[in-house]
């Protein structure tokens, strides 16, 4: 397909965009409500309550956390008729409950997840799904063993209108061949949080230490690690980086900063790069093509041609002056997709998929796929050598 002809049918040149049938409306979905328990209720936990009271047909009655302050906070943004636990596992037990958000440290997923299918529960699993291979492959394994059951990992990128049209640019061809990804997320702050008791602290401070965390691998690369497998749809080979605690001498265990590569079986090469020292740009993914680059943040992306020869800008003759002179200038084309909040239609997705039956793109399998990348990722950064995804045992999925 040539650029102006792409242009054209993307929508590039005019703004339009056409939605596939993967958005489906409330109007398809049978009049009844999803009743939800959310398990942690810290500051992702109280995000995801504040966006389930948005969503028509769901509603959180049912809130678990083991710090008495958060769970008040949580119930105070839940349905009035919400209930309060301190076990997750005796809200597991209250048969109203269709399904279960769990949002709590890394290190808990895996068995939380297992329970919950086990109690006859929809997951929806935050990211990263679990910590370890014999964690990740059980998830998996209780997962396929109730097919009638939902299981969503919290990778929201799947269900973005943004990330969806970037990932059908890169699939077409129009950018050319892909060769590389490189990815940041920086920023300036120690990601501390305030501890009113110290008796608190490891819980309140999970991210820092490994017993509960991947630290900045697991909570914030892992969203990308997950588009380019989505998008390249190729298996990792190799992962090589490094890290430390460099700057935030204040007894964390997980590094705060970190450099990772990942080489693909198809070529493909994925940086990655997180400080907490610096924010300069901030969150960003650059797709390198043969043709093009597409530079993503959080709610934006930008085409940027590669080469800007006469014969190539004649192919897109008739799309809106300003794209063709922005082109002409080798300046970045806007990809016109902005859509709702990626984790509120994450949201949607996950009760759609309940209400109709069909498991989400973001399931259990990619779940334990990034998983598993973040699991090696962090061999090889945290002993500075390289580590092959064969060393590893396969994912029975």
């Not at 397909?1 to 590039?12: H, N, T």
């Not at 949080?193 to 602290?201: A, H, Y």
């Not at 924010?279 to 530079?295: H, M, P, W």
Request: glycine share 10%; net charge neutral; aromatic share 8%.
């Amino acid at each position: 397909m040539d650029r102006r002809s792409f242009l054209i049918k993307s929508g590039l040149a005019s703004g339009g965009l056409a939605l596939g049938s993967t958005f489906l409306s409330a109007n398809s979905i049978s009049k009844r409500k999803l009743c939800v328990g959310v398990i942690g209720t810290g500051d992702r936990g109280q995000g995801l309550l504040g966006l389930i009271s948005q969503i028509d047909q769901m509603e959180a009655i049912g809130c678990c956390d083991v710090i008495p302050f958060r769970l008040e906070k949580g119930l105070s943004l839940a349905s009035p008729k919400a209930k309060g636990y301190k076990d997750y596992r005796k809200l597991l037990e209250d048969k109203s409950i269709d399904c279960v958000i769990i949002c709590t440290p890394f290190s808990l997923h895996g068995q939380m997840a297992i329970d919950a299918l086990n109690a006859g529960k929809h997951v929806y699993c935050e990211k990263t799904m679990a910590m370890g291979i014999d964690s990740i492959q059980k998830t998996i394994a209780v997962a396929q063993e109730n097919p009638g059951l939902i299981f969503q990992t919290g990778h929201q990128y799947h269900t973005s209108e943004l990330y969806r049209k970037v990932r059908e640019i890169i699939q077409s061809g129009y950018i050319g061949d892909v060769t590389a990804y490189h990815c940041q997320w920086n920023r300036n702050g120690n990601w501390r949080r305030e501890v009113p008791d110290p008796k608190w602290e490891r819980i309140i401070n999970w991210r820092m230490y490994k017993e509960y965390s991947g630290g900045l691998i697991a909570e914030l690369m892992s969203h990308q690690i997950d588009f380019i497998n989505w998008t390249s749809e190729s298996t990792p080979a190799k992962f090589a980086g490094f890290g430390g605690v460099d700057h935030w001498k204040d007894g964390r265990e997980t590094f705060d900063n970190v450099h990772l590569q990942i080489a693909y079986e198809n070529g493909l090469d994925a940086t990655f790069s997180c400080t907490t020292t610096n924010g300069f740009e901030d969150y960003q993914i650059k797709v390198l093509g043969s043709q093009a680059t597409i530079v993503i943040d959080y709610n934006d992306a930008m085409i940027y041609p590669e080469r800007t020869s006469p014969s190539e800008l004649g192919m897109v003759d008739g799309v809106s002056g300003a794209t063709l002179q922005s082109w002409q200038k080798g300046q970045g084309v806007p990809i016109p997709a902005k859509g709702m909040d990626p984790t509120k239609q994450s949201l949607i997705e996950f009760r759609n998929c309940v209400f109709e039956g069909r498991q989400p793109e973001s399931g259990v399998e990619t779940g334990g796929m990034v998983a598993k990348c973040v699991h090696i990722a962090l061999d090889a950064v945290r002993n500075s050598q390289v580590k092959l995804w064969s060393d590893y045992p396969k994912l029975t999925c």
